[in-house]
């Protein structure tokens, strides 16, 4: 089956054989690996690439000098999903993380304070989001690791600064993104099947709201965006909007909340399941515990999903946020 990449797979080829280091090789090949087409055709290719990457990876750390040196530069996943924090020097992105996580980045006045990803976990509910914070983006200059937590990231949130001229730095990095290979789609569409891109839902927020003239901003970015991606007022000090995009971000994930309970008893509502929208009895008995799977005989049911409380459902059965399940085991 032929694999019939789109252009731009060729020219981040070029770009692979251009690179010197193997930071340049392992951005060139991630970005191969990204845009190229799912299906049956590519696989081979696929593996291909990832083992190359493996082998560069293991080629950088040693030049670093150790796998130490590259773990500063990764977030490990946790809670419902990861929201990366992307914006221009000054666009307050630390700010945010501290209004809306208990984590305490460096905030200051002068550009670029920022130069590691940061995490911190956002509650939304009973649900924790992970927030990360990043470096500026910085026109052509944004490094290897940036771009691969970028990408990893199930949603982009873009801070425009609303104090400072908003037209223009939101056209800085738009372009930016596009020319990383980004597709910034509304979170609840779906991407379609377009070649060469890797989509990712995008939320904006107009930061420093509370600056004079931060008003009038926002209207002319509302009316730049024209409803093509969400858009969010906020100040992280005092914080304001902070609710509406906590809440969006989690929305945005595209996850719903899923309770178990033991026969008899009620569910506890403070550790919810997070599992991807469309899931199923059989993908909760899966994230449970493998085995579980395999010995589940039938569920009961109580919640949006159901159309009674206790009814008994299939393993095929689709869930909804909240739903509430007995696994019966054999
Ligand atoms: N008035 C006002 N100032 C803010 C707000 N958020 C951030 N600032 C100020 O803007 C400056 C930059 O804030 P940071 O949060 O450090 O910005 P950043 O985007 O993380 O900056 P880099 O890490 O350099 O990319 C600081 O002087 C903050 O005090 C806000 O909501 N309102
Ligand atoms: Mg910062």
């Known amino acids: 089956m032929p694999a019939n990449l789109p252009p731009q797979y060729y020219e981040a080829e070029k770009e ?5 280091t193997p930071a340049e090789k392992i951005e060139a090949l991630e970005t191969m690996l990204a845009i190229m087409p799912k299906h049956k055709g590519t696989e081979h290719l696929k593996a291909e690439i990832r083992a190359r990457i493996g082998a560069l990876t293991q080629q950088a750390e040693r ?19 990861q929201a990366v924090l992307v914006g221009l020097p000054n666009a307050g992105k630390s700010q945010l993380l501290a209004a809306l996580t208990h984590a305490t980045p460096k905030v200051a006045e002068y550009p670029f304070t920022t130069q590691l990803p940061q995490p ?18 910085v026109p052509g200059g944004t490094p290897p690791w940036q771009r691969a937590l970028m990408r990893q990231a199930d949603v982009l949130v873009l801070l425009v600064d609303l104090g400072e001229d908003p037209l223009r730095d939101w056209e800085t990095l ?19 099947d377009v070649e060469g891109v890797v989509p990712k839902r995008t939320l904006v927020a107009g930061t420093k709201h509370d600056l004079p003239g931060a008003a009038e901003n926002f209207q002319l970015l509302a009316l730049e965006l024209d409803g093509r991606l969400p858009l969010f007022a906020v100040s992280g000090t005092p914080g304001t909007g902070l609710d509406v995009l906590n809440r969006a971000t989690f929305d945005a994930l595209d996850v719903i909340r899923v309770y178990t309970k ?5 569910a506890d509502r403070s550790k919810p399941f997070i599992l991807s929208r469309g899931s ?15 010995k589940l005989r039938y569920a009961t049911l109580w919640g949006a999903s159901g159309k009674f409380d206790g009814q008994r459902v299939g393993r095929e059965h689709v869930l909804e946020d909240e739903d509430v399940v007995e696994l019966h085991e054999r």
């Open 120 to 137: 911190g976990m956002m509650p939304v509910d009973n649900a924790q989001v992970q927030l990360v914070d990043l470096p500026p983006i």
């Open 262 to 266: 033991p026969p008899g008893k009620p």
């Open 16 to 20: 692979y054989r251009r690179a010197r």
């Open 63 to 81: 030049q670093a000098g150790g796998a130490a040196r590259t773990q500063i530069y990764t977030v490990r996943r946790e809670g419902a999903g």
């Open 280 to 294: 199923t009895i059989d993908d909760l008995a899966d994230h449970i515990h493998h085995d579980l799977r395999e």
């Open 174 to 192: 738009r372009e930016e993104l596009a020319s990383m290979h980004f597709l910034l789609v509304p979170p609840g569409t779906a991407a379609g």
